[in-house]
T-cell receptor
Framework: DGGITQSPKYLFRKEGQNVTLSCEQN?????MYWYRQDPGQGLRLIYY???????QKGDIAEGYSVSREKKESFPLTVTSAQKNPTAFYLC?????????????FGDGTRLSIL | AQSVTQLDSHVSVSEGTPVLLRCNYS??????LFWYVQHPNKGLQLLLK????ATLVKGINGFEAEFKKSETSFHLTKPSAHMSDAAEYFC???WGGGYQKVTFGTGTKLQVIP
């Protein structure tokens, strides 16, 4: 079955440490997204990518970085500059960035501070 | 500005009774509208979408939603709640033609009482 795989499911970060969250899709989708979910706030867009080797900042990109070297992969790095990284991170993809295209989501990575 | 408001943060129903989750949107453009469901520690799953075709949209698991332009609403309904429907539900508005902008509602937690 096609889908999106996020790993790890749980991740812990120490002070001053960068951590990388993995997102892989086998849906052959062009567009990929990273969201942060905090209780009561819905989902907020961190970064998105429309095509390989291209990505754009979303609404809350500070303290995060991404790469899109392959169509199926869109890893997110949470850097030490992100002072409040504890959250549930969701990766999504869509066929393209057309407004009528639904997004398909992975099962998320929960990041906590040690 | 585009926005989406989920009018209830929590809804509680008895098993076998109807479900109504309310969503109002604001958009200067012709929007696409979606409902997603999220079970604990999982990603979001698409329930249904409206993309300017029929105003009554049927989705998975017996859910449906009606697009009412005059009321700027897209409420989600189900005739009879099942225990497995207990989850969080997100209303999402998307617009922009070939350039997708997406706004998520803050979610409604549905509790189903046996």
């Amino acid at each position: 079955d096609g889908g999106i795989t996020q790993s790890p499911k749980y991740l812990f970060r120490k002070e001053g440490q960068n951590v990388t969250l993995s997102c892989e899709q086998n849906l052959n989708h062009d567009a990929m997204y990273w969201y942060r979910q905090d209780p009561g706030q819905g989902l907020r867009l961190i970064y998105y990518s429309q095509i390989v080797n291209d990505f754009q900042k979303g609404d809350i990109a500070e303290g995060y970085s991404v790469s899109r070297e392959k169509k199926e992969s869109f890893p997110l790095t949470v850097t030490s500059a992100q002072k409040n990284p504890t959250a549930f991170y969701l990766c999504a993809s869509s066929i393209d960035r057309g407004s009528n295209q639904p997004q398909h989501f992975g099962d998320g990575t929960r990041l906590s501070i040690l | 500005a585009q926005s989406v408001t989920q009018l209830d943060s929590h809804v509680s129903v008895s098993e076998g009774t109807p479900v109504l989750l309310r969503c109002n949107y604001s958009s200067s453009y012709s929007p696409s509208l979606f409902w997603y469901v999220q079970h604990p520690n999982k990603g979001l799953q698409l329930l249904l979408k409206y993309t300017s075709a029929a105003t009554l949209v049927k989705g998975i698991n017996g859910f449906e939603a009606e697009f009412k332009k005059s009321e700027t609403s897209f409420h989600l309904t189900k005739p009879s709640a099942h225990m497995s429907d207990a989850a969080e539900y997100f209303c999402v508005v998307s617009w922009g033609g070939g350039y997708q902008k997406v706004t998520f509602g803050t979610g409604t937690k549905l509790q189903v009482i046996p």
